[in-house]
């Protein structure tokens, strides 16, 4: 879940355009004549399903951009241009449909009043599938999209080239995980309790264990929010016992940066806990996966349940912060963040070493016993 600002985990910029404007913004910036459109979630961007008058009638996403990253031009050009390169490379990630003037995004106004926000438009193409937030995760699809996050990682890292690659260097990007010391500043908005204890606990074991290890870490770029609803499945078998599910669409870009390959694997094993009715147990499968393609060194193995840690307490912190900010949305950042809270207690209830022992020996059943 991106942030608007590099440093802000929340500013007040969310477009909120209606469906007649969003219809008349396609027409005019793409040159497509409507048919429907409707909203889609999103966190501090808008997003709207849309199909097009056409020969096949076409389905695309209208991703308009929160007015503080788009004036970051160089970085939404990169994430757009990292989609177009994983798309070429075979992955199922969107493709932008080019504005009139053959551009891959528009930068345009909310409004026709003088000195309306400026958001930036692009127009991607719609992925079908079912997020993996709504299906019953399985060992199969655990391992498949940890394989997925380390083949993302490895080939945007060793073949994307592009002149607004080095935006992606996002130094006090407040979602990288790097930066989880960076939540001091945010942590009053948890007040004073246990769960405050935890997140204190997990900040200063982060700031010990990982910040002197990162420099052994094997850098990459991440894709970085590789989560429940940023992935798209769908069923390859007929078994409803069973179900065997295949990867769809990769969505969501925004919080692309510069990191290691061991936080894209920390990041997916952490969403991927939450829905899980057996939370402890999905670290293996995903680990497998990821090192089916990306064996991790000793150094990124010692570091990785900090790193869940870390990226439960970065989720946690910027709920809360966000809650204050938006009094109005707390009931649905709280529903999300009380799952989150108690994955986060039990991990330390369980202890480092027990939690690391049961995903390793998972990891490691799997050499023997490889998926088909």
């Known amino acids: 879940m991106s942030s608007g600002n590099d440093c802000q985990p ?6 909120a355009l209606g469906e007649k404007e969003a219809a008349e913004l396609v027409e005019r910036v793409f040159g497509l004549k409507v048919s429907w459109v409707r909203p889609l979630p999103s966190y501090d961007d808008q997003n709207f399903h849309v199909r097009v008058s056409a020969e096949g009638a076409e389905e695309y996403v209208l991703k308009i951009t929160n007015s503080e990253d788009s004036q970051e031009p160089d970085l939404i050009e990169a994430q757009t241009q990292a989609m177009m390169f994983l798309s070429a490379e075979g992955f199922p990630s969107a493709t932008p449909y080019l ?5 891959i995004m528009s930068l345009e106004s909310g409004d026709t009043r003088p000195g309306s926000k400026k958001y930036m438009v692009r127009l991607l193409t ?4 079912t997020p993996v937030a709504k299906i019953a995760t399985n060992a199969q699809i655990l391992y498949e999209i940890g394989k997925l996050a380390a083949r993302v990682d490895k080939v945007l890292s060793e ?3 592009h002149p607004s690659v080095k935006s992606l260097h996002r130094g006090q ?10 939540l001091d500043q945010y942590i009053y908005a948890l007040g004073q309790n ?3 204890a935890v ?6 074991q982060f700031k010990g264990k990982v910040i002197p290890k990162l420099s052994s870490f094997r850098a990459c770029i991440n894709h970085g929010d590789l989560n429940d ?3 798209l499945v769908d069923s390859s078998s007929a078994s409803l016992e069973n179900p065997q599910y295949r990867v769809s669409g990769i969505l969501d870009f925004s919080d692309m940066s510069y990191g290691y390959y061991v936080f894209e694997v920390a990041i997916a094993i952490m969403y991927l806990m939450i829905e899980s009715p057996d939370p402890l147990s999905v670290g293996g499968h995903v680990l497998a996966g990821f090192e089916s393609v990306v064996p991790l060194t000793a150094e990124e193995r010692g570091a990785l349940f900090l790193l869940v840690s870390g990226r439960f307490a970065q989720s946690l912190v910027i709920a809360a912060h966000t809650a204050l900010l938006y009094p109005e949305n707390k009931e649905y950042l709280t529903i999300t963040a009380k799952t989150g809270w108690k994955h986060l207690m039990t991990m330390f209830e369980v202890g480092q070493e027990a939690v690391e022992k049961s995903w390793f020996e998972t990891a490691q059943a799997y050499i023997h016993h490889a998926p088909a």
Do not use: M, S
Request: hydrophobic share 35%; net charge positive.
């Open 10 to 15: 929340q500013t007040l910029t969310k477009p």
């Open 126 to 129: 719609y992925l079908p599938g």
């Open 194 to 196: 246990k769960y405050r």
């Open 99 to 103: 504005t009139k003037d053959g551009n």
């Open 173 to 182: 990007f407040i979602w990288n995980l790097a930066n989880v010391p960076l």
């Open 229 to 231: 609803h940023n992935i």
């Open 199 to 204: 997140v204190e606990q997990v900040i200063e």
């Open 159 to 161: 073949k994307f080239q």
